[in-house]
């Protein structure tokens, strides 16, 4: 499984933007995915999960109501909508993908990851 995230970019406190994940290789239908990232001088975190039904999601505390993980098993492709933007949001975003199938919130129950997407939130 290859994943690409994309979506990235620069964005003013406040606003909004869209990760993309889009996975190749073979379908993801099946698997969790989940979003986490990494601050500079950081450790990587996790953001929000979905199990592959989309019915259980998972989010940190941080990003509770203002982001909100989806995916489309059709297009093979989760997205990360996150509005209401701040500074300490800035981050590097990887995807991952989780063959169990579970909405689940730690690192290590992911095989698959995607190379990062920058997100910068200016104050």
């Known amino acids: 499984v290859q994943l690409q995230a994309s979506g990235g970019g620069l964005v003013q406190a406040g606003g909004s933007l869209r990760l993309s994940c889009a996975a190749s290789?073979?379908?993801?239908?099946?698997?969790?995915m989940g979003w986490f990232r990494q601050a500079p001088g950081k450790e990587r975190e996790f953001v929000a999960s979905i199990s592959w039904t989309g019915g259980k999601t998972s989010y940190a505390d941080s990003v509770k109501a203002r982001f909100t993980i989806s995916r489309d098993n059709v297009k093979n492709t989760v997205y990360l909508q996150m509005n209401s933007l701040k500074p300490e949001d800035t981050a590097v975003y990887y995807c991952?993908?989780?063959?169990?199938?579970?909405?689940?919130?730690?690192?290590?129950?992911?095989?698959?990851w995607g190379q990062g997407t920058l997100v910068t939130v200016s104050s």
């Open positions: 991952a993908a989780d063959p169990t199938g579970y909405s689940r919130t730690y690192q290590s129950a992911y095989d698959y």
């Open positions: 290789g073979r379908t993801v239908s099946t698997y969790g």
